[in-house]
């Protein structure tokens, strides 16, 4: 059974940080990619960021890139998302999501993906 488990949200100042978990089973943790997507209220859902396990390639929304790294724990079968300077406009639900066979150029679309775990809601004040 293909399970994952998002957790590490919660309740943050303006420029604090929070660091995602996604702990992943039930498939081939190492050659799959794992990303990372938000949504926030009355918005659609949105990729944040990606990591292809096989090779190590990263992939960033603009909105987040150098606040934000993904990385991959191939011993746990754990993907993180370390968020730092967080802004109010980064309050969302946030999802991590697999993927068997991701067109790199395509990281950002929520279809690619084959797995979804629960979210974890992310809230910063202003």
């Known amino acids: 059974e293909v399970q994952l488990q998002a957790s590490g949200g919660g309740l943050v100042q303006t420029g604090g940080s929070l660091r995602l978990s996604c702990a992943a089973s039930?498939?081939?943790?190492?050659?799959?990619?794992i990303g990372w997507f938000r949504q926030a209220p009355g918005k659609e859902r949105e990729g944040v960021s990606c990591i292809t396990n096989r090779d190590g390639s990263t992939f960033y929304a603009d909105s987040v890139k150098g606040r934000f790294t993904i990385s991959s724990d191939s011993a746990r079968h754990t993907v993180y998302l370390q968020m730092n300077d967080l802004k109010p406009e980064d309050t969302a639900v946030y999802y991590c999501?697999?993927?068997?066979?991701?067109?790199?150029?395509?990281?950002?679309?929520?279809?690619?993906?084959?797995?979804w775990g629960q979210g974890t809601q992310v809230t910063v004040s202003s």
């Open positions: 999501a697999a993927a068997s066979f991701l067109v790199p150029d395509l990281w950002t679309l929520d279809v690619e993906y084959d797995y």
């Open positions: 039930g498939f081939s943790f190492d050659d799959d990619a």
